[in-house]
């Protein structure tokens, strides 16, 4: 159902955003996972989103407490 969609997860790496960005592949969206730390983590993420049946999924880095920073992802992701 959300084959078309992009959505921009938070915190992906966290429990709760872990478990968001799972519900979305479940629906097979495109996801664009953003965490601050644990590289590893993301990339690992990243792998296992696509194996459960998001269309497709990348990390960003980003600290999304700075405004000027949120700008510049949002175009990232757009771009991606």
Wanted: glycine share 8%; proline share 0%; aromatic share 4%.
């Amino acid at each position: 159902r959300l084959a078309d969609a992009v959505v921009l997860v938070t915190g992906g790496t966290g429990g709760l955003g872990s478990r968001i960005c799972f519900a979305f592949a479940r629906e097979h969206a495109r996801i664009a996972v953003v965490y601050a730390s644990r590289d590893e983590a993301a990339a690992a993420l990243v792998r296992e989103l696509c194996d459960a049946g998001a269309a497709d999924a990348r990390a960003f880095k980003s600290d999304v407490t700075d405004a000027a920073r949120i700008e510049q992802l949002v175009a990232e992701v757009r771009d991606a």
